[in-house]
């Protein structure tokens, strides 16, 4: 059972695979769903559901993390509202983390660099890299959306390369000698990866104000202005 207090929601509706997760510090619960574009009537409903099935009640929740972006205009707002509403209303804080940093984050004891994307819809995709610097793992690249080719052109070395892509992409990159392609469920997001990163900010009192947490979007051009600056730190190294 999930300790009291103890226990981080995450919320990710980045895009239309969404997922909520319980995470104590050592127990998880977690549910994926395929979404569309309907995270508005099933968000709060799949919360609840989680919640029932772990036997945990909204007020042993003690912090909640979202993703917040890059993703759909109407996926992150719908996110981040109902997570928003539960931390005022719970009056527990709250925890935004980059969708790119969720989908990075179990490969970063590999060492190698990662390159991870999330689909941007009309045959695009946003996309960053990250490497191991100073003991963790961090976002070294701008984000940026560019046509799904450019995902899989332009590596300089040995890169792993995650993220939901059509079979066309996969196919591409299985000949690219410097693409290293994980199997298909490890290149998935979890929302229990989104809990575990969130989970150990919130721990360490690195938390985000209510007020102002916004979500990232990024249309066409690379971006690196202070409101992604949550996406740059919070993937680290687990060993």
């Not at 009537?41 to 917040?68: F, Q, W, Y």
């Not at 993703?71 to 005022?88: E, I, M, P, T, Y």
């Not at 989908?103 to 009309?122: D, K, L, M, N, Q």
């Not at 040995?158 to 693409?179: F, H, N, Q, W, Y």
């Amino acid at each position: 059972m999930l300790n009291q207090g103890r226990t981080i929601l995450a919320i990710d509706s980045s895009t239309e695979r969404s997922g909520v997760a319980l995470y104590d510090g050592d127990d998880f619960s977690e549910l994926t769903w395929d979404a569309g574009r309907n995270q508005t009537s099933t968000l709060s409903v799949e919360v609840m559901h989680l919640l029932a099935l772990a036997h945990v009640e909204l007020r042993d929740l003690g912090a909640i993390a979202v993703a917040i972006g890059p993703g759909s205009f109407n996926g992150l707002r719908v996110g981040l509202s109902v997570a928003k509403g539960l931390c005022f209303g719970l009056q527990i804080p709250i925890c935004g983390v980059g969708t790119l940093d969720v989908v990075a984050y179990p490969h970063a004891a590999s060492r190698s660099p990662i390159r991870a994307f999330v689909r941007a819809g009309r045959g695009r995709a946003v996309y960053a890299d990250y490497r191991h610097r100073n003991g963790r793992w961090v976002r070294a690249t701008e984000l940026r959306n560019e046509p799904f080719d450019a995902v899989a052109g332009q590596l300089a070395e040995r890169t792993i390369i995650v993220g939901e892509m059509p079979g066309e992409l996969a196919a591409k990159l299985a000949d690219e000698s410097l693409a290293v392609l994980p199997s298909p469920a490890l290149r998935l997001r979890r929302p229990s990866y989104l809990a575990e990163i969130g989970y150990r900010r919130w721990q360490a009192g690195d938390t985000d104000p209510l007020e102002t947490l916004e979500p990232i979007y990024v249309h066409g051009v690379a971006s690196s202005g202070s409101s992604d600056a949550n996406a740059t730190t919070a993937v680290r190294s687990t060993d």
